[in-house]
């Protein structure tokens, strides 16, 4: 590729990086169930807090432009957030941003350079100690994570694909390789709608389990998953945001996935049994 086809390509994920950063400042208040006045509410709320762009700076932004962004995607879906490539020029894509937050987030204790490292084995490039220590001094969640974690207590999602809960287990050795387990769980139904065995905990394996359960499920309103590398790849991220799916992260230490864990268990025992340990779930090879 030319040094020309180089930077369109740049360009244009430039782009994508500002409409995923769009989307995920107005999801939440896009959700067709609340009222004028608590989206208005909720509306107001984001654009009196910064938020880091992709470009890595601390902005704020109006409730005009919010606005017109929620309107653009009601009509155009996140394809109307993107810009042009030729009107993008952050430095810092906001999903590497958001990998780092992740990573710090899910472990408190890891430095700059440790988060540098893991960005770097699993991208092959990552920003700077500096600027990754900046990040975690200015962005609020870091700060927010110190509180004291709330009591919850039961839920169940009032109906089938309200809320689909994801996770992945660290499985049985086979050959002497490390095997996980990708699941995805209806928080409503308790039905295990998308699963996969692997020898990788990365993006493809994630997607074997996802892809045929949106194919014979349908489409989530909300899918809930942890802070592992595989969840807050870009590719998810990007995903949910094509179909409109809410993606939530939980809080290291936060207790919400109860049952896929007593799936988990379930699983992992039957594999122990002589005879099914090698294969998965449904019979096939591993990936």
Known sequence: MTDRGDEAAAR????????????????????????????GRLV???AAEQHLDPSGRCVRVSRDTLDRWIR??????FDALVPSPRQSSPRLPVE??????????????RTAAQVRRILRAQLG???????????????????????????FGRFEATRPNELWTGDALHGLRLDGRKTYLFAFLDDHSR????HRFGFAEDTVR?????????ASRGVPASVYVDNGSAFVDAWLLRACAKLGIRLVH????????????????RHEARCRIPGLAGRNSEGGSWV
């Open 12 to 39: 244009t994920e430039r782009a994508r990086a500002i409409g995923l950063f769009r989307y995920q400042l107005i999801r939440e208040a896009a959700d067709p169930q609340l009222s004028p006045k608590a989206r």
């Open 206 to 214: 994630l997607a074997t389990a996802l892809r045929p359960a949106l």
């Open 250 to 265: 939980s809080r290291p230490g936060q207790q919400g996935r109860g049952k896929i864990e007593r799936f988990f268990v």
């Open 72 to 77: 653009a995607w009601r009509s155009g879906g």
């Open 125 to 151: 490039w990552a920003p700077g100690e500096r600027t990754l220590q900046r990040h975690f001094a200015e962005h609020p969640v870091i700060a927010s994570d110190q509180r004291a974690q709330p009591v």
């Open 191 to 194: 039905a295990a709608v998308g």
């Open 96 to 109: 590497i941003i958001e990998m780092a937050i992740a990573l710090k987030r899910e472990n408190p204790e």
């Open 44 to 46: 107001r709320q984001i």
